[in-house]
Structures are given as C-alpha cells and as structure tokens.
C-alpha cells in the first residue's frame, strides 16, 4: 500500500498527463481525448452505417454489412495493423500513432454503434415510418425528424457502454506506441523495474474507476428512460426493451 | 502496385510458424473457453444463493472484469501476480512457458464474467416457481439448479454467450502483447521478414474472420436446434 502511494506521488503526473508541459500530453488524457474523439466521430458514420443495413438498395447494404461483420469479426488488434500499414500508403505521408489510433477506433466502433442504432430504428413500430411518410414527410425527412430522435434516445445507455468498450480499447494504442496510459504505466514500469505489480493494479484502478463511474451512469440513464417510456404510453414504442436487449447482445 | 503473391506464405520456416500460431491460438481460445464457462456457471450459481456477502463478492468479481480492459488484466497477471507468487512456483510455471499460462489465466477469468452475467439474465428469466418445485419433489438444491435451470437458462443466454465466444476468440490476440506465439505474433514475425505486407495481413484476417463467421454460424445452428416447438 505504502508502495502504491509513493508510485503515486511520484508518478502520478505521467500517468495523469504525460510529459506535459514540458514534453507531448500523455497518460490518462491522452487515452480521454482519444476514446473521446474517437466516439464522436464514429457516431455520424455509425447512423450512415445504420441507414445502409436498413436500406433495401443492395449498393449500401452489402457494403455495410459487410463492414459490419468485418470488424465484428476480427481482433481490434489486427485492424490497428492494418490502419497503421496502409493509412499511411494511402494518404501518401506519414501517420502518427495518435492518428493511427484514432483512425482505427472510428472505423471499429462505427460498425458497433451501427449494429446499435439499427436495433434502436428496427424496434421502433413500423406505423411510425408510415405515418411520417403519409403526413407529407420524405424519407429523409421521416427519418431526421421522427424516427432517429426516437431511436437514438432509447439506444442513449447502449451508446454510453459503447463509450466505456472505447476507453478499454485505447489501452491497444501501447502496441503501437501511442502515448496513452498503458503506455505510461509501462514506462514507468521500465524506470522503477521492482514494482510491476503495484504500478500494473494502479493502472487497473484508474481504468476501473473511470469505467465504472460510465458503466453506473449508463444503468441510472438506462432506469430513466425505462420509466419514461412506461409513463408516456402514448409514443412510446412497446417493443423498445427489446431492442436495448439486442443491443447488449453486442460484444 | 504489383500483384498479390500468397506463395510468400508456403517460404521456408513459414508454414510452420503459421501451423503453431494456429495451434497456439485454438488451445487458448479452447481452454480459456471451458475454464471462463466453468468459472462462469459457478458465479452464477453462487450469486443465485441468498447470501449477502456471496452475492456481493461477485458483483465485485464481474464488475472488476468488465470494467478494466482486457489487455491490462493480462499485463497484470504476467508482469505483476506472475513476481508475487513463490520463487519455486515461478520458475516452474516459467518452465512450461508462462505466457501461455497467465494469458490463459487472465483471459479466462475476465470471461468468466461475461458468461455468469450472460447465465443471470437467462435464470432471471426463468420463475422461481420451478426452483420450488424441483425442491419439492425432492431435488436437492444443486440438484434442481444443473438439471432444471441451467439447461433453460442456457437456452436464453444463448445469443449472449455466443457473442461472447467470439469476443473470447478475438481476444486471445491480445496474448501476442506479452510474447505468446499465437497467430498474430506469427503474423508480425513473418511479415517483417518476408516484407509482404498485405498478404500475411490478408491471410491472418481472413483466418479470424473466417473463424469469427464460423462461430456465429454455429451459434444459430444450435440456436434452432435447442429453439422449443411453438406451442
């Protein structure tokens, strides 16, 4: 215990920030920022996705599909190979670690969020599409104004566990050397040499408090949105239960 | 860019390396499975009783697992609990290659939380009712769970625990980061030697993807197998 805290006085800046600012941000930030970003943008290519595996047009969802059962289906581990060999071949210049990182949890996570959002748009009665489109609405308007606000509501606790799957799986930007925290543990592993088990639960810890904290606030969210739905019998979708059922079935 | 040449895969030393990476990686898939659905039955069972304290100590247990990423929990057992354990103990566990063991080890038991929450909901489902009833003609209370709750238990949990098979199965790739020679560590050997990049890459992802697809595939078929006739 005493090991911990004095690993923690000493340390404690690495694994929160990095270097920084004296040397490139690191540490806990830098895995924030990426899950952070990383989640962001895989969302609006989450939804696209989505609109594609319920497209009856087979030019998106074959594409989609497939992409989908790609990245369902292969270790994140090698889609990071993949990103930081050819990233690079096809934008013609170099790619940081940072970028490497970032690229791959968008892709991986896109596919994920989509299999979310359509479970959300497929619970949704159909007769809400119907009567969109009979009131006047376009497709995409039906969709934009009626069925995604709905959708993306009742798939927000998915969302947010979805966000927790992406904090654990920046520790993998260690492969690749980015500067995030498992980075950080690592080094400061290589410095103290006598202490892996202290300095590898603390960094267990800080990803456990972090995770957790998201895990437990997606429940209450998940609890919120369960009793509104059953208050409001008017609009809300008898079938949404099941569709936050199908989302957990999810990796 | 020139054409594709998989022959690059059949060179030398490498076939071989590709056959033990297989290997590798089908006995810790295997074994990691059957140790994290044991472990994870037992929790299940555990949390089950009335047992405050019980019940606790594997909310603990479950949450620990799902809330630190996996690759840190291998890191933990092989670098960390691997130096605490007794010197006698580490050298022979070294022995017998140690990064099999806590890969193994680790892997297993950030599963075995998966499959008991995986097993809670399927026995949630299933009314208490039944319990009382196996108890009341005469079951014991081991009993009545292996013979009347697990198996429809298992039955609900299907979907889930087939997802989590994959996710297992995708997983033990990340035994490559402490030096255990399964099929991406082999990859990566062979491709900085060779130089042939998207081959070997195309070549191991189209092993896991294959495999992946295979799983799922068989969890449907088993899915419609077990499926009760409609009454």
């Known amino acids: ?251 | 860019m020139s054409p594709l040449d998989f022959s690059v895969l059949l060179r030398g030393d490498y076939p071989g390396m590709i056959a033990k990476g297989l290997v590798t990686m089908l006995e810790l898939t295997a074994i990691a499975w059957l140790l994290a659905m044991a472990l994870g039955i037992v929790l299940a069972l555990v949390r089950m009783t009335h047992s405050r304290v019980a019940q606790a100590l594997v909310a603990a247990w479950v949450e620990y697992h799902q809330n630190v990423p996996m690759l840190v929990q291998i890191f933990l057992w092989y670098f960390g609990i691997a130096t605490l354990l007794p010197m006698g103990t580490q050298q022979w566990v070294n022995r017998h290659g140690g990064e099999f063991i806590f890969a193994t080890i680790a892997i297993s038991l950030a599963m075995s939380a998966y499959v008991s929450e995986d097993l809670r909901g399927g026995i949630r489902a299933i009314p208490k009712s039944q319990i009382e009833a196996a108890r009341a003609l005469g079951f014991t209370y081991l009993q009545s769970f292996r013979l009347v709750v697990l198996p429809q238990a298992l039955r609900i949990a299907l979907p889930t625990l087939v997802n989590h098979t994959v996710l297992l199965f995708k997983g033990t790739a990340l035994a490559m980061t402490i030096g255990v020679a399964e099929l991406t560590y082999a990859t990566r050997e062979i491709e900085s030697q060779s130089f042939k990049t998207v081959e070997v890459y195309l070549f191991t992802t189209a092993v896991y993807l294959g495999l992946s697809l295979l799983i799922m595939a068989g969890g449907s078929q088993i899915e419609r197998r077990m499926r009760l006739p409609a009454r």
């Open chain 1, 1 to 251: 215990m005493g090991d911990i805290l004095t690993i923690l006085r000493e340390h404690g800046p690495l694994l929160l920030i990095g270097q920084y600012p004296n040397g490139p941000l690191g540490g806990l930030a830098v895995t924030f920022v990426l899950s952070v970003l990383g989640i962001a943008l895989a969302f609006p290519l989450g939804v696209l996705l989505a609109l594609a595996r319920i497209s009856p047009f087979r030019v998106f969802y074959w594409p989609a599909t497939a992409l989908v059962y790609v990245m369902r289906g292969v270790p994140l581990i090698m889609v990071i190979f993949w990103v930081y060999f050819f990233l690079p071949v096809l934008i013609g210049r170099p790619v940081s670690g940072f970028s490497t990182m970032l690229a791959t949890l968008v892709v991986y996570q896109s596919a994920y969020l989509a299999e979310i959002v359509r479970a959300g748009i497929e619970s949704l009665a159909t007769g809400q599409m119907e009567a969109a489109r009979a009131v006047g609405l376009s497709y995409i308007q039906a969709m934009r104004k009626v069925i995604l606000p709905q959708a993306l509501y009742n798939m927000v606790p998915a969302m947010l566990s979805q966000f927790v799957s992406t904090i654990k799986e920046t520790s993998l930007g260690y492969v690749i050397s980015v500067n995030e925290l498992t980075f950080a543990a690592d080094q400061i592993n290589s410095i103290l040499l006598t202490k892996p088990f202290q300095v590898f639960l603390i960094l267990a810890l800080i990803y456990f408090v972090l995770c957790f904290s998201l895990t437990q606030l997606a429940r209450h969210v998940e609890r919120r949105i369960t009793r509104k739905r059953a208050g409001a019998a008017t609009g809300a979708s008898p079938r949404s239960p099941r569709a936050t059922a199908i989302a957990q079935v999810l990796p």
